[in-house]
């Protein structure tokens, strides 16, 4: 099945580069447009100015087109100072979240070759030591004062330029780079492996940020900007202003704070905002009685999937805010669907954004059946709500990724007849709306059954004693992968393992309830604070046979089989 959303005709789609598209924004609106940042007002032409001096620095320093600026720092208004600069020379950025450890930090600035690193004093320690000695890196640019004098600094081998120093320079005109070329290079985490550079061009940035402007951008309405400019979902946001058609007030914080953000929301009467769900959490776990939330209309979450649980509390507690889901991945600049207002559907993700194409390639097929080559290359039974075959979510737009940065393998695999294949599996209704059942590689196969992840994890958490809730599958001789669900108990909870394998059962049948349950303090989070299911498997001990006999994994397995030959 095949859904497809087309570009709306309006006069300020264009292709051109990013820098290119700043300036045209800013003879649109005047530069009147303002960020807020902890008290202090930014016209988005005094920005302009800002990068304009930065590009001009940069080039100074040394940077070329087509280089690598790597980013490191929380939300500020340097970073989108930066950005714009980068954009303005003719380079390219390199996005990076602060929390990274030092070894991931050092493989993300060695992969990318990047020239510079821009960051602050909180995290200029971290950064030296992952610089240090790489051939490529001329210098860290700091933004604010150094925490101590250079000579008291660990030894490092790199130098260390002022932000401000570069900012003080001549004004740089554009660099006007095509649209194909790369605006910025994002890496990914995947299941296995170190994280890999996602290129995408300035078209692919404009394309997003394009897509999103009518469900995200309301016309000189203010928002609230609390997610990290460094991901990729919130990089898009904060260039969603180059579509605006009128100025548009940013409130940016520098990094989510729950009664903050709730304390903003009233204070400038924002009617929608961006969120991812851990963000939903944390909102839910505050008295809201205390805030007077009537001018909020809507949330959008994206990045991970939102339980139901968490919707359902949302609608009890905030009825008149609608809580909607979006879909998107790194591959197709973080957005793939759209939520218009007046459209939603619970359970999925909306339709696809503008431009974008979607297709599900059924498990189990040939390139020639389907879009493409899938992640699981397993047949079996998949089978979302209503009935809706499951498949994996392939992709065609102009937000798709140009490739994997330096492994062309890769990038055949993953971009192919045309298509992206994105390793996540769904389903399409008849109107167009995507629903999401998880990763392809998350998959768990037993006794030849497919089991979604998301699935079990949903159950499970409908127990008044669970919190929270992550499924991974182990390896299991006789059955292929037994289902393992690591659950964290509410403070309190009285049931014991068995109560909840009980529960699964009954919730789920006797082909897909979890066979082992696992007490965790807290679900394991990635640095992007999506669910480490590879943290969750090294958790796991050596693969388990089932006992022989008539015990609860050998009739739920026999039962299983049988299950799936029927299907």
């Given at each position: ?22 300036e045209l924004s800013l003879e649109r ?9 902890e008290g202090r007002h930014w016209t ?260 991970a999937p939102l339980s139901p649980e ?258």
């Amino acid at each position: 099945m095949r859904a497809t959303q087309p570009v709306p005709a309006q006069p300020t789609r264009r292709r051109a580069s990013l820098g290119r598209l700043a300036e045209l924004s800013l003879e649109r609106t005047g530069g009147t447009g303002v960020l807020l940042f902890e008290g202090r007002h930014w016209t988005s032409a005094r920005l302009a100015e800002h990068a304009s001096r930065l590009a001009g620095g940069l080039r100074g320093a040394g940077l070329r087109p087509g280089e690598r600026v790597a980013v490191c720092m929380a939300n500020c208004p340097e970073v989108g100072i930066t950005y714009q600069a980068v954009w303005r020379a003719g380079a390219a950025v390199t996005p990076i979240l602060f929390l990274l450890s030092e070894t991931d930090l050092r493989h993300v600035l060695a992969d990318s070759v990047s020239s510079f690193v821009v960051t602050t004093p909180d995290f200029l320690d971290k950064v030296l030591a992952a610089a240090d000695g790489l051939p490529a890196l001329r210098a860290v640019v700091l933004v604010g004062d150094e925490p101590e004098p250079p000579a008291a600094r660990p030894r490092s081998r790199t130098t260390v330029l002022s932000f401000a120093e570069l900012e003080e320079g001549t004004e740089a005109g554009l660099v006007d780079v095509a649209p194909s070329e790369m605006a910025a290079l994002l890496y990914t985490g995947g299941t296995t492996g170190r994280a890999r550079g996602v290129v995408l061009s300035h078209d692919n940035v404009a394309a997003a940020a394009w897509a999103a402007r009518d469900s995200l951008l309301g016309e000189g309405s203010p928002t609230v900007l609390a997610l990290p400019v460094s991901h990729s979902y919130g990089m898009i946001v904060s260039v969603l202003d180059t579509y605006a058609e009128a100025p548009v007030l940013t409130v940016l914080m520098r990094w989510f704070e729950p009664r903050r953000f709730l304390e903003l929301l009233v204070e400038h009467g924002v009617p929608q905002v961006a969120v991812v769900p851990a963000m939903v959490r944390m909102i839910l776990d505050q008295d809201l009685d205390r805030y007077d939330l009537s001018k909020l209309r809507r949330v959008i979450s994206g990045s991970a999937p939102l339980s139901p649980e968490v919707v359902a509390e949302w609608s009890r507690r905030l009825p008149g805010v609608g809580l909607v889901e979006g879909y998107g991945c790194t591959e197709a600049a973080a957005i793939v669907t759209t939520v218009p207002p007046g459209r939603t559907r619970p359970g999925t993700v909306g339709v696809p954004a503008p431009g974008m194409e979607i297709r599900i390639r059924p498990l189990g097929a040939d390139d020639e059946e389907g879009a493409g080559t899938g992640s699981t290359g397993s047949a079996g039974t998949g089978t979302g709500t209503g009935g809706q075959r499951v498949g994996e979510i392939c992709l065609r737009g102009p937000a798709v990724m140009v490739g994997y940065w330096r492994d062309p393998e890769a990038s055949a695999l993953a971009l192919r007849d045309g298509w992206l294949h994105t390793g996540d599996l769904g389903h399409l209704d008849a109107d167009g709306f995507l629903r999401i059942a998880g990763r392809g590689k998350d998959l768990i196969i037993r006794g030849g059954f497919n089991v979604f992840p998301r699935d079990v994890e949903d159950a499970m958490r409908e127990h008044p004693d669970v919190d929270d809730c992550a499924v991974v599958g182990r390896p299991d001789r006789r059955l292929g992968e037994e289902i393992v669900a690591f659950v964290c108990l509410r403070p309190g909870a009285a049931s014991t393992a068995e109560d909840l394998l009980r529960f699964g059962r009954e919730r789920l049948g006797p082909a897909r309830y979890p066979r082992e349950i696992r007490p965790l303090a807290a679900i394991p989070l990635t640095s992007m604070l999506k669910v480490d299911r590879r943290a969750l498997r090294s958790l796991l001990a050596d693969p388990v046979e089932a006992p022989d006999g008539s015990g609860p994994a050998d009739v739920a397995g026999s039962a299983g089989s049988a299950e799936a030959r029927q299907k």
